[in-house]
């Protein structure tokens, strides 16, 4: 399995910006299909974002449709989730997902994804 590392969380203002990144272990990160998670205090861990394998598709949950973009460099082992307007219930610890081959039908459960980095803070003051 791949492992993953996520980094870029950090306390923002609201309104600000942030890009988080998560770099893959193995020269086969373009066979994952890779996603964002997140997990705010006291609730349970939430889809943000999807990404195919070659970058050909996206797709985000509502409360992040038009401020998240989620992008992803395979040559890099790379997947990032760039974050604007953010907003205090943006808050939590952001997770990146990968998927072994092709899950785009199955990309808003957890359960698809075999794979989880460790998670980086992301803090919005209002």
């Known amino acids: 399995q791949v492992q993953l590392a996520e980094s870029g969380g950090r306390f923002v203002q609201a309104g600000g910006s942030l890009r988080l990144s998560c770099i893959g272990s193995?020269?086969?990160?373009?066979?994952?299909?890779m996603a964002w998670f997140r997990q705010a205090p006291g609730k349970e861990r939430e889809f943000v974002a999807a990404?195919?394998?070659?970058?050909?598709?996206?797709d985000y949950a509502d409360s992040v449709a038009g401020r998240f973009t989620i992008s992803r460099d395979n040559e890099k082992r790379t997947v990032y989730l760039q974050m604007n307007n953010l907003q205090s219930t943006d808050t939590g610890v952001y997770f990146c997902?990968?998927?072994?081959?092709?899950?785009?039908?199955?990309?808003?459960?957890?359960?698809?994804?075999?794979?989880w980095g460790q998670g980086t803070q992301v803090t919005v003051s209002s």
């Open positions: 997902a990968a998927a072994a081959a092709d899950q785009w039908a199955v990309r808003y459960s957890q359960s698809t994804y075999t794979s």
């Open positions: 990404i195919t394998r070659i970058g050909s598709s996206t």
């Open positions: 193995q020269r086969s990160f373009s066979a994952y299909t």
